[in-house]
């Protein structure tokens, strides 16, 4: 495969994988501005690069931001679809439940503390150890709006950047 074979599979390999790419293409955007200005930036195709990128940010900008008493958040994709995640699932995703608190036996209340940390979900959870079954208390925690907010403002940030440095229309 040619160089520009190989650059075109991975940029349409990249425009197929959706948001979760933007943290790929602004690093690997960022360095191969650094390279020496002779024509490189097109002929690296990076041009089509930075384009994708930027039309992936304005899209995600255009989305209005959070209601402040909207508690609701993203699942984790893949993974288990057992019952104990469907619950968990159903709770992440209604925007009024901020706790919930769930008596369960500690294997259970263990694959769901898995599963919340390895999703790196803003979601306190602790066991309440009274009683039989001890109770796993879940809370959505302000990081969910902080975060949020974080994540626009770098979003803002970087097509800033990219219109800039790539010479696109923000």
């Known amino acids: 495969m040619t160089d520009m074979g190989t650059r075109d599979?991975?940029?349409g390999h990249l425009r197929q994988k959706g948001d979760a790419v933007t943290g790929?293409?602004?690093?690997?955007?960022?360095?191969?501005?650094?390279?020496?200005?002779?024509?490189?930036?097109?002929?690296?195709?990076?041009?089509?690069?930075?384009?994708?990128?930027?039309?992936?940010l304005r899209a995600r900008l255009a989305q209005p931001p959070r209601a402040s008493g909207d508690w609701s958040m993203e699942p984790p994709g893949g993974g288990c679809s057992c019952d104990l995640c469907g619950t968990l699932r159903a709770f992440l995703a209604d925007p009024d439940r901020r706790t919930f608190e769930w008596p369960l036996a500690e294997k259970r209340r263990q694959h769901l503390h898995s599963r919340i940390?390895?999703?790196?979900?803003?979601?306190?959870?602790?066991?309440?150890?009274q009683g039989?079954?001890?109770?796993?208390?879940?809370?959505?925690?302000?990081?969910?709006?902080?975060?949020e907010a974080e994540a626009r403002a770098r979003d803002q940030e970087n097509?800033?950047?990219l219109a800039a440095a790539w010479n696109l229309g923000t």
């Not at 293409?25 to 930075?50: I, K, S, V, Y």
């Not at 940390?117 to 150890?129: K, M, N, Q, Y």
């Not at 039989?132 to 975060?147: H, I, N």
């Open 117 to 129: 940390d390895a999703a790196e979900l803003p979601v306190s959870h602790v066991t309440r150890r």
């Open 132 to 147: 039989r079954p001890y109770t796993l208390v879940l809370r959505k925690t302000d990081a969910l709006f902080t975060d």
């Open 9 to 11: 599979a991975v940029a």
């Open 159 to 161: 097509l800033e950047w």
């Open 24 to 56: 790929l293409e602004m690093p690997a955007l960022r360095a191969a501005a650094e390279l020496p200005h002779d024509g490189a930036h097109g002929e690296a195709g990076f041009t089509d690069l930075a384009a994708d990128c930027a039309a992936r």
